[in-house]
């Protein structure tokens, strides 16, 4: 169910949550968050990502827009034990290609990330390939 409270900004954006709304959320140090905001309707969604301890990376990547290649990418994903903790993606407008951008836990991966980086670069739908660690 879900619990509403009227909170208010205390300085330079700072927004303080009731300690129980926090600890329901998994909001402590060290947690990550996406922040998705719309200015255009005055909007923010936070949604948690992962709680502290994990080791995760952006992975932004450009592909052919076609059946079945997401699946492949989240299938090499799978193979080397990296959770998917966020992912969307959408079509380049006038063209047949995708963009796929998503956030990943390598915690349990036991390649080197560039490895990774390298066997996604080599399916032959995908035309980019970016990983970035996440501070």
């Known amino acids: 169910m879900r619990r509403y409270e009227i909170v208010k900004i205390t300085e330079n954006g700072v927004l303080r949550l009731p300690p129980d709304f926090a600890y329901d959320i998994g909001l402590v140090e060290g947690a990550y968050f996406l922040v998705e905001i719309s200015p255009q309707i005055n909007e923010a969604i936070i949604e948690r990502l992962a709680l502290p301890g994990k080791n995760l990376y952006e992975l932004e990547i450009t592909a052919l827009d076609r059946p079945g290649v997401l699946s492949r990418i989240h299938g090499v994903l799978g193979k080397y034990r990296v959770n998917i903790a966020f992912s969307e993606g959408e079509e380049i407008t006038g063209t047949d290609t995708a963009a ?10 036991k390649i080197p990330t560039r490895e990774l980086e390298e066997e996604i670069r080599n399916l032959k739908e995908v035309n980019e390939v970016f990983l970035k660690r996440i501070e």
């Open 100 to 109: 796929i951008v998503s956030v990943i836990d390598v915690s349990k991966m």
